[in-house]
């Protein structure tokens, strides 16, 4: 006997099959979970992206460096010395007098005048008064000393008035008790640079 014939779906109507055995039902994601996985995939693809951008960016071959040369240093050029000579000689060497001496340093007939014009004109060391104003300045002190007290009268004038240092501006007058020589003139420290005293006892 045949099986009874199925009734046909009437027209317009959706045909529904059973489900098939041993098929669970299909689930729906909910709209939460769309959305998370939606947005996995956008960080997924940026993720992607910055690693082919990074790779793109990346040197296939290290630079090469080149040395930098040096820079050229630049000369500067040394200062013009100044000609102390003739009048700027002049002029240096009586301001030195005229701050040491004032107006006298200039007025004819005085002991420093004397030895401002021996300092300028006679000093056969002849010092620079521009570029060594105290050694000019310590000569002219001293050979006023020696106009002031008739150093052309004195028994004994050593190396006075000559080109040689200032600490051999001396002799020996005699010794004391433990037989030490006496120096008479000018008096030095035991390195010669400094002047400590001037004896001049008994000299004319």
């Not at 317009?12 to 299909?26: L, M, R, S």
């Not at 100044?82 to 001496?101: F, H, K, N, Q, Y």
């Not at 401002?116 to 060594?132: G, H, I, S, T």
């Not at 004994?156 to 020589?181: F, K, Y």
């Amino acid at each position: 006997q045949s099986p009874p014939a199925r009734p046909r779906a009437e027209r317009g109507q959706a045909q529904v099959h059973p489900e098939e055995p041993n098929q669970p039902p299909k689930r729906k994601l909910t709209p939460s979970v769309d959305a998370y996985l939606s947005k996995q995939d956008e960080d997924d693809a940026f993720f992607l992206r910055s690693l082919q951008m990074a790779d793109s960016m990346a040197p296939t071959d290290p630079p090469e460096i080149s040395p930098t040369q040096a820079p050229t240093p630049l000369e500067t050029p040394a200062p013009t010395p100044l000609e102390c000579t003739g009048e700027v000689r002049d002029e240096a060497g009586t301001e030195i007098a005229v701050a040491i001496s004032g107006d006298a340093a200039t007025e004819d007939g005085t002991p420093q005048n004397d030895a401002l014009e021996w300092a300028l004109d006679d000093d056969p060391a002849q010092v620079d008064p521009c570029r060594e104003p105290f050694v000019f300045a310590a000569r002219y002190v001293v050979a006023t000393i020696y106009y002031a007290f008739n150093g052309d009268d004195w028994d004994r004038a050593d190396n006075w008035l000559s080109g040689e240092d200032l600490c051999d501006w001396n002799w020996v007058a005699g010794t004391d008790d433990d037989g030490d020589p006496i120096i008479a003139g000018i008096v030095c420290d035991d390195d010669e640079e400094r002047i400590e005293g001037l004896l001049l006892e008994s000299n004319g």
